[in-house]
């Protein structure tokens, strides 16, 4: 037996009202999928009332109702009622996945016309429907015993379309949902793998249990429950976006599992469609130099910046992690090197099929021509396995050097995206990076025994050793400027001013020339700047004897086989970009696996 439900995704709001226009609300990509999978007469008709948070001219997010389609236009153009009438003009390119701000509605809902349309009447319905399914649910959840088919009539004036699909929420799902028996777990979509063994993309489980029943009349399933719109293929969407979808009302069969998979899951491969094409931007702006329109391009980093950001600010200062292991170090905009190793260490070309933590020891831009590349695809990523892409904060993840251009020049970061993004746009995207780069932790311990920074160890003045105990303390600051003028610093807290120089030593000590002075802790002036330091043997020995840790990686020294291991084979330098501007060195990574320390090589082109 099965039960008819309207489908709406239950999210936890500020207030019914908000509810309701999230009901209504549909991404980028599922309007993107109705255009291109619907004609296009029934796609004007389908796209009314749905809501969408859009991009305006002068860089602001709106959200607003769609009033129709342009009538001139044949690109699927929406006119757009944001509060002042159906007045804007708006691309689908230029409809956000991300949902919208509280903030963002509040003048839309308020406006007279919103009022005189009945709009809050129209979503007030919208929100009841959602609850009638939340009901359902609970009703299921209690038990599913009953062999009776139970139909949810719609509220009074539902004009929705039979069989359509809800847009894909766009909030990654960190793990897969679990079956109903203990152990593994099941992932509800696929990899899809052409013969030549190229991955083509990911489909719904469903779709393949469909084809082997298709093919095998004798399994005892009832197809009612996993129909082509169980697994959410578009086929139309009502006035309030809302998705209608058939689901088995008892019983424990594949079919149950499957589903309970793709609905539980929230639609994460929908919210990793555009994650993966912008990484594909990314690959094909590097490989052939073929870009996406500027602003359309910095429209989805923006995105990107703000959902990684959550992401970020989730994870200490000083990361604890476990093997195995492989370790990246400087990058510095080669974005070649970068797909190099990863082609070579990830599965299929996917980052959740390797079973592997991938740490970056920082200092992604700068001095590469494709540091807005290598940055991207990072964060995406990261946004794809959070707990599985580890990014550090280097030297230059901070606006005080990847934003001068008077040292640079035309290797700054800031530079480059003046050239790649038109007027303000530019200092815009930089400017939404370096909150990200703000967000990232400083250090990490792998396995209770490597130490891992982007240049190497604080320093140590005496007195009470509490160096990592201020890192790991929830309170300390996450720097928008790692330095700042001694003026500025000297008016700080002593607080402050001591987190200021752990974080500066995290990013810009090295290991010291024994023959220059150290002082009695083993630290010594370097010669990079004014105030910061070297670390000697002595200082190596106290740090690794009084944290129980056997190795400090780092990054941030070119090396001409990419890596150096130096300090009795305690410290190793790491770094992962060849022919670094100009020089015919090598580029390299490490591992740890199995409790050893392996190295891997790419030689000098």
Same mark, same amino acid.
């Given at each position: 037996?099965?039960?008819?439900?309207?489908?709406?995704?239950?999210?936890?709001?500020?207030?019914?009202?908000?509810?309701?226009?999230?009901?209504?609300?549909?991404?980028?990509?599922?309007?993107?999928?109705?255009?291109?999978?619907?004609?296009?007469?029934?796609?004007?008709?389908?796209?009314?009332?749905?809501?969408?948070?859009?991009?305006?001219?002068?860089?602001?997010?709106?959200?607003?109702?769609?009033?129709?389609?342009?009538?001139?236009?044949?690109?699927?153009?929406?006119?757009?009622?944001?509060?002042?009438?159906?007045?804007?003009?708006?691309?689908?390119?230029?409809?956000?996945?991300?949902?919208?701000?509280?903030?963002?509605?509040?003048?839309?809902?308020?406006?007279?016309?919103?009022?005189?349309?009945?709009?809050?009447?129209?979503?007030?319905?919208?929100?009841?429907?959602?609850?009638?399914?939340?009901?359902?649910?609970?009703?299921?959840?209690?038990?599913?015993?009953?062999?009776?088919?139970?139909?949810?009539?719609?509220?009074?004036?539902?004009?929705?379309?039979?069989?359509?699909?809800?847009?894909?929420?766009?909030?990654?799902?960190?793990?897969?949902?679990?079956?109903?028996?203990?152990?593994?777990?099941?992932?509800?979509?696929?990899?899809?793998?052409?013969?030549?063994?190229?991955?083509?993309?990911?489909?719904?489980?469903?779709?393949?249990?469909?084809?082997?029943?298709?093919?095998?009349?004798?399994?005892?399933?009832?197809?009612?429950?996993?129909?082509?719109?169980?697994?959410?293929?578009?086929?139309?969407?009502?006035?309030?976006?809302?998705?209608?979808?058939?689901?088995?009302?008892?019983?424990?069969?594949?079919?149950?599992?499957?589903?309970?998979?793709?609905?539980?899951?929230?639609?994460?491969?929908?919210?990793?469609?555009?994650?993966?094409?912008?990484?594909?931007?990314?690959?094909?702006?590097?490989?052939?130099?073929?870009?996406?329109?500027?602003?359309?391009?910095?429209?989805?980093?923006?995105?990107?910046?703000?959902?990684?950001?959550?992401?970020?600010?989730?994870?200490?200062? =000083?990361?604890?992690?476990?093997?195995?292991?492989?370790?990246?170090?400087?990058?510095?905009?080669?974005?070649?090197?970068?797909?190099?190793?990863?082609?070579?260490?990830?599965?299929?070309?996917?980052?959740?099929?390797?079973?592997?933590?991938? =740490?970056?020891?920082?200092?992604?831009?700068?001095?590469?021509?494709?540091?807005?590349?290598?940055?991207?695809?990072?964060?995406?990523?990261?946004?794809?396995?959070?707990?599985?892409?580890?990014?550090?904060?280097?030297?230059?993840?901070?606006?005080?050097?990847?934003?001068?251009?008077?040292?640079?020049?035309?290797?700054?970061?800031?530079?480059?995206?003046?050239?790649?993004?038109?007027?303000?746009?530019?200092?815009?995207?930089?400017?939404?990076?370096?909150?990200?780069?703000?967000?990232?932790?400083?250090?990490?311990?792998?396995?209770?025994?490597?130490?891992?920074?982007?240049?190497?160890?604080?320093?140590?003045?005496?007195?009470?050793?509490?160096?990592?105990?201020? =890192?790991?303390?929830?309170?300390?600051?996450?720097?928008?400027?790692?330095?700042?003028?001694?003026?500025?610093?000297?008016?700080?807290?002593?607080?402050?001013?001591?987190?200021?120089?752990?974080?500066?030593?995290?990013?810009?000590?090295?290991?010291?020339?024994?023959?220059?002075?150290?002082?009695?802790?083993?630290?010594?002036?370097?010669?990079?700047?004014?105030?910061?330091?070297?670390?000697?043997?002595?200082?190596?020995?106290?740090?690794?004897?009084?944290?129980?840790?056997?190795?400090?990686?780092?990054?941030?020294?070119?090396?001409?086989?990419?890596?150096?291991?130096?300090?009795?084979?305690?410290?190793?330098?790491?770094?992962?970009?060849?022919?670094?501007?100009?020089?015919?060195?090598?580029?390299?990574?490490?591992?740890?696996?199995?409790?050893?320390?392996?190295?891997?090589?790419?030689?000098?082109?």
């Amino acid at each position: 037996a099965t039960v008819s439900v309207l489908y709406c995704p239950p999210h936890d709001m500020a207030t019914p009202l908000q509810v309701a226009v999230e009901a209504a609300w549909v991404s980028r990509d599922f309007l993107d999928q109705l255009l291109h999978k619907l004609p296009y007469n029934e796609y004007k008709k389908v796209v009314c009332g749905i809501t969408v948070r859009f991009l305006t001219a002068d860089m602001e997010y709106k959200v607003g109702r769609v009033h129709s389609v342009a009538p001139s236009q044949a690109d699927g153009t929406l006119i757009v009622d944001a509060g002042a009438g159906p007045t804007e003009v708006v691309l689908p390119k230029n409809v956000s996945n991300s949902l919208f701000k509280q903030n963002e509605i509040d003048d839309w809902l308020n406006s007279p016309l919103a009022k005189q349309d009945g709009l809050i009447q129209k979503l007030e319905m919208v929100r009841q429907q959602n609850q009638m399914l939340k009901d359902t649910v609970k009703g299921e959840k209690k038990g599913r015993a009953g062999s009776a088919t139970r139909e949810h009539t719609p509220p009074a004036g539902w004009k929705g379309a039979p069989g359509a699909m809800q847009a894909q929420p766009p909030v990654l799902a960190d793990a897969v949902m679990s079956s109903p028996t203990d152990g593994h777990s099941l992932f509800p979509h696929a990899l899809m793998i052409s013969a030549d063994g190229t991955p083509t993309g990911h489909v719904p489980v469903s779709e393949i249990v469909n084809k082997a029943v298709a093919n095998n009349n004798s399994e005892p399933w009832d197809m009612n429950g996993l129909s082509a719109s169980a697994s959410f293929s578009p086929l139309g969407v009502g006035a309030s976006g809302l998705g209608v979808f058939s689901v088995e009302a008892e019983g424990s069969t594949t079919a149950d599992i499957v589903m309970k998979l793709e609905q539980d899951t929230k639609g994460v491969c929908g919210a990793e469609r555009w994650i993966r094409d912008l990484m594909d931007t990314c690959i094909k702006s590097w490989s052939k130099g073929i870009k996406s329109t500027p602003r359309d391009f910095a429209t989805r980093i923006m995105h990107l910046c703000s959902d990684v950001t959550k992401v970020l600010l989730q994870e200490p200062m =000083l990361l604890r992690i476990s093997s195995p292991l492989c370790v990246f170090g400087d990058l510095h905009g080669n974005f070649a090197d970068l797909h190099y190793f990863l082609q070579k260490l990830l599965i299929f070309g996917e980052i959740s099929y390797t079973g592997t933590t991938f =740490l970056f020891l920082g200092d992604y831009v700068d001095r590469g021509v494709f540091g807005l590349e290598s940055v991207v695809y990072l964060l995406c990523l990261k946004m794809l396995s959070p707990k599985q892409v580890l990014l550090l904060r280097g030297n230059h993840e901070s606006p005080e050097v990847n934003g001068d251009i008077k040292q640079y020049g035309d290797v700054s970061f800031k530079y480059e995206l003046q050239q790649k993004f038109p007027g303000r746009v530019g200092e815009q995207v930089w400017e939404a990076i370096n909150k990200v780069f703000q967000c990232l932790p400083a250090a990490a311990i792998v396995d209770g025994k490597i130490f891992c920074a982007h240049g190497g160890i604080p320093r140590f003045t005496g007195g009470t050793d509490d160096r990592l105990e201020t =890192l790991e303390d929830p309170k300390f600051p996450r720097f928008v400027s790692i330095q700042v003028a001694p003026a500025l610093a000297s008016q700080e807290s002593a607080w402050t001013q001591k987190c200021r120089k752990i974080m500066e030593d995290l990013v810009w000590s090295d290991p010291a020339d024994q023959r220059r002075y150290l002082d009695e802790h083993g630290f010594g002036d370097n010669p990079r700047g004014v105030g910061l330091k070297t670390f000697g043997s002595k200082a190596v020995d106290e740090f690794l004897d009084k944290h129980g840790l056997t190795h400090i990686f780092r990054a941030h020294q070119e090396k001409s086989n990419g890596v150096r291991i130096c300090d009795n084979a305690r410290v190793l330098t790491i770094f992962s970009t060849s022919d670094y501007i100009g020089h015919q060195n090598g580029a390299g990574v490490a591992f740890v696996t199995h409790g050893h320390i392996r190295l891997a090589i790419k030689e000098a082109g």
